[in-house]
């Protein structure tokens, strides 16, 4: 009898052991989904500001046609994007555009001063740090996904039920560049 039963106990904490490293792996990767809407949320908070910081810098600066073409295409890119590279490339265009509409501002010193533009950049300044927030915490959820699913023997497991590796948020190139100051 005790031949019989220790294989079937052998088999049940076999058993249990892939149970308890799969449901690991789901909640890992769970995680990084649940960071990286978090990050969508304030992607998509920042896109909703582009309008109105559009509409308040059009009442000043009507003839900058290119700039606000530009910034409301890279809103658009950002709106249609559906993986995290795609929303990587659309915020870079995102970031050059809004580059571009804050250089319109600076020849506009009343603009500057305005109480509503004022606002708005406030909010935006807010916005791109609760942004910088949300990435830096969705790469540490990538991290800890990509650690489990490399490790052995999660790695054997991850490969039976075909769990994917998620992608980083990474900066753009341009973004690591120094900034230039001029006085």
Known sequence: MSLIVLPVILAMIIGFAIVAVYNGLVTRRNRCENAWAQVDVQLKKRADLVPNLVETVKGYASHEKGVFEAVTKAR??????????????????????????????????????????????????????????????????????????????????????????????????AEKEPVKVKF
């Open 76 to 173: 658009a890119s950002i709106m249609s994007a559906g993986s995290v590279a795609d929303m990587q490339t659309a915020q870079n265009g995102l970031t050059a555009a809004l580059k571009s509409l804050f250089a319109v501002v600076e020849a506009y010193p009343q603009l500057k001063a305005d109480s509503q533009f004022i606002l708005l950049q406030e909010q935006l300044d807010g916005i791109e740090s609760k942004i910088a927030y949300a990435r830096q915490f969705y790469n540490d959820e990538v991290l800890g996904y990509s650690n489990t699913l490399q490790v052995f023997p999660t790695n054997i497991i991850a490969g039976m039920f075909n769990f994917k590796a998620k992608d980083y948020f990474q900066v753009a190139e």
